[in-house]
């Protein structure tokens, strides 16, 4: 017999990191556990929620905080922690998965899985029209 844990996850609505997120936490719940999903940046639209409804074991807690990359400056670095903390307080998580960097610079008081995504870096360098002298082959989520 396994003990379930209480996961929080952090995720976006944009694409396709909501996606990844929601089968995730949905296969979680089913086979036992609880999971917090931290929604971070825009809203999910009516049809991205559909899927969740009637998950038991789901939570999902609307942020509206920044996503890291509408945040360049890091304006919204300070809310981020001070609301992620609190949802974390709250729920008492066995682990953190996060699906973004920037949330991993704060004190969590459980263990943190950080899953890397894409690079806005590399993507933008990929997709750009100057000429490059050598192009690296990077393979995105």
Partial sequence: ??????????????GGVWVYAIELACSLCNAGNEVMLAVIGPRPRP??????????GLQLKMTD????????E?????????????????????????????????NWSAPVLIVAH???QTWWRCLSFRPARRRAVVHVL
């Fill in 47 to 56: 049809d991205q929620l559909r899927p969740l409804r009637g998950v038991h």
């Fill in 118 to 120: 894409s690079c806005v």
């Fill in 74 to 106: 890091g304006a919204d670095i300070k809310r981020a922690s001070e609301m992620l903390r609190s949802i974390a307080d709250e729920f008492q998580p066995d682990l953190v998965h996060l699906n973004s960097f920037r949330e991993g610079n704060l």
């Fill in 1 to 14: 017999m396994t003990i379930p844990l209480r996961i929080l996850m952090t995720t976006d609505a944009v």
């Fill in 65 to 72: 905080l920044l996503l890291e990359w509408m945040d360049p």
